[in-house]
Every structure is written in structure tokens, then in C-alpha cells.
């Protein structure tokens, strides 16, 4: 056909391709729709929020067999050699339906700690906060009135990592000559004797997840002597001792199949099952010390039976089973995926169930990594370095996705809000900042601290952000 309007429907069938939009469950929006090839991701939310009707326009994520969809359609199927002949199926994924605010004020200012906040952290229900410091102890805060609730006094040295049993019922702490203990969070007492057994200072403590267990009884802990261990809070003692790394064990996570998951100085990533705490799997690849390890789960094993409504419960049993309910659900069909942060400025992207080979080397810091982090629903990985900047990546395909730049001195720590939807960073500069994972960009600067901060953590039920540094203060923000 050589008639004008014959060349016409030949472009017209060249740049559009039919699509058929769907609900997860398969349920199809509306009829099939010709699209232009060039339209992505953002152009898709502006259809599915008209189409659907969205007073308020909700995100999506979408899924083309179950490959999220990155590019624009034409760089897809140019790619994938898809046949556009019938119409072309897209999961329509709604984002978390609660929205976390993003926290934009200092709503207090708490001190008592005598020497640099180490560490914060909140309690899996969110309602119970925590810190460490260089003042040797341990230090719980009521968030209600938002003054000191207990000072937890029994380490001779600096308190380097807590971390809470995820049914809330334990704290334990880890300093830098080797000792753990455990504290009752009621009454801020010792719940016994201290646990020794680690030569050189806890890098890291892990619990095992109440899904697993409950209720909780045992953790991991991580030592500069290169041994990680398996205590029993109710025996009181070391259970097995984990040894194979030749150097310092930098950071331990507790998996939610089971597994023990440790970095190392000595370049290696290893995997341990828990009932003998024998290796199992040795992941192998980065150059330099591995700094910093992230689940895909991590969320769910932190919070474990706990979520945005804020219910408690009344047994184990009920915990353990909620627990489990919530894990499946994250989890899906899909293995549990594992990031390590590097000091050779890589990251990579493992799924240790299926092979001892990562499945994408992440690069593009060009300082060492210092924290990495899955979001919430497992959809994202941020990381932290020393080159001052935050980037955002896929966490399915560790595809790079966004740096987020802002920081004026190396990025220390980072922290989810509990919908994915924001990202918090506390720097070595004194500040801290909320970015939005929409439109990649920031969303609040947040000074206050006078010196470097060396701690962040959302509370798991979005609704306050605590940050401890140099200065000794607790800063508590709001939304």
C-alpha cells in the first residue's frame, strides 16, 4: 500500500503494542489497550491510577512474567524477543496500602548517655527504644514521656551492638572486650550472669526468628577473634560455636530457613545450618573485607509476629504461627536473597539456596560500602558508603536503580520506613536525611546533631525515627 494512510497504520502498528494490565491475581483491569512502545514504568502508574479511578494516586510496580518491569516496553521486548502479536500480560503490583509520614521534625532531644551513642535500636513492636554507647551501658528510653526509662549498668567497655528478640522479650548487648549480656527490657535488670566466650569485641548479634522459635531462646553473635556463637538465653550458655573464618567476623544475620549467614575480614561469606553448626556453603567473590550483610527477609524476621496495627499477643504459640504467616507471605515462592557490602567497593546479590555463585555483582561506589539494607517488602536494596552518597538498587536483579546524593561526608548507616517507600541516612556530617523512593530525590534534611551520627533506626511501626552520635544525645524525630 502506498497510500498515505496505508504508511500511517504501518508506523502506528510499529510504535504501539497491545498490553493487557492485571491485578496480581490475574483479574485483568479492563479490556486490552494499545500502548506506545516508549511508554515505561512512569507512564504506566498515570494508566492504572486513571483506569482504577485513584482519588489518591497509589503506586505500582510492574511484572511481565514475573520480571519487574524496568525500561520502557520497546527496550523490553526488543530484549526479551517477545512476540507482540497477542496482548502482552502486565502484573499491575500495588505498593504497602498504609503510608508512612516522613519524619520532618526533632521531637526531642534526650541526654544521659556520658560518652558517643553507639547504637540505637527499637524493639520489634515499636514501642520500646534502645541505645548503646562508649559510656559502657545500655539505656532505655520511654517514648511516651520521651525522657530515660532505665540505665542498664554491667559492661566494663564500650556497648557496640543490641539487638532485641523479635517476640520483644530479650535485649542483648555486646561490647568491645568480648562480653554479652542479656537484659529483661521491663525491668531494665540483667537476666543473669554475663556471657563470655568471645576473645576480641561483638561485631554483630542476630536472633534466631520466631517463626523458628518461640519463644525466643537463641542468638548469634559475631567477634573480632573470627568466631561467631550460638547462645541459649534460658541455658544460660554458649550452645555451638561456629569456626572456619580467618579472620574477624565483621557482621552475623539469622536467615528465616535456618541458616546463619557471617561476613568476614577474610573476604568470605559462610553459611552454617544451627542444629551442629556445621558450614554448609562458602560464598566467595569479594576482594576486600566484607563489611555489611542483608536478607531480603529482614523485615519480617525483625518484627517477627508485629506490624503497622499494633496488636500484641497473648502466647508463643499464636506469636510463632502469625510469625510464620508473615514470612510465607514476604517470602512467596521465591528463595531468600542475601546482599554483602565490601570495603572493595562492590556489593553482590546471592541466593544461597540455589547456588554458591552470586547472581549479580553490584558496582559503583568508589569508596568502601559501610551498610546495606533490604527494603521492607524485599523490593529494593539501598547502601551506604564512605564515598558520601546512598544508592538505591533492584532487589531482585541487583540491577542499579539511583544514587542519592546530599551528604557532605561519608554515609554511616541507613533505615527503611515500614511501607519501603522512604529512606532514612545518618552521616559522619552531622545530619540526617529522609529520601523518597518515587521520585528519587530527597524529601527532608534533618540537622540537629552537633557532631557525627553514628546511628539511625525507623521504628518498625513508621512512626519515629531515633539517631545517636559523637554529640551523646538520643534525638528522637516525628512525622
Known sequence: METETGEKRDTTTINNVMCLLMHPDGAPLGAPMYLPQNAGPQQLQLIVNKILDNEEKLPYAFYISDEELLVPLEAYLHKNKVSVEKALPIVCQPQAIFRIRPVNRCSATISGHAEAVLTVAFSPDGRHLASGSGDTTVRLWDLNTQTPLYTCTGHKNWVLCIAWSPDGKYL?????SGELQ??????GKLSG????GHKKWITGISWEPVHLSAPCRRFVSA??????RIWDVTLRKCVICLTGHTLAITCVKWGGDGMIYTGSQDCTIKVWETT????????????????????????????????HTGKQYSSPEEMKKV???RYNKMRGNAPERLVSGSDDFTMFLWEPFVSKHPKTRMTGHQQLVNHVYFSPDGQWVASASFDKSVKLWNGTTGKFIAAFRGHVGPVYQISWSADSRLLLSGSKDSTLKVWDIRTRKLKQDLPGHSDEVFSVDWSPDGEKVASG???????LWMG
Not at 542479656?182 to 525491668?187: A, F, H, Q
Open 172 to 176: 542483648v548487648s555486646g561490647s568491645k
Open 182 to 187: 542479656c537484659w529483661d527490657p521491663e525491668t
Open 193 to 196: 550472669n554475663p556471657l563470655s
Open 223 to 228: 567477634s573480632k577473634d573470627g568466631d561467631a
Open 276 to 307: 551442629q553448626g556445621k558450614l554448609i556453603r562458602e560464598l566467595k567473590g569479594h576482594g576486600h573485607w566484607v563489611n555489611s550483610l542483608a536478607l531480603s527477609t529482614e523485615y519480617v524476621l525483625r518484627t517477627g509476629a508485629f506490624d
Open 323 to 325: 510469625a510464620l504467616e
Open 469 to 475: 552520635g559523637k554529640d551523646k544525645v538520643l534525638k
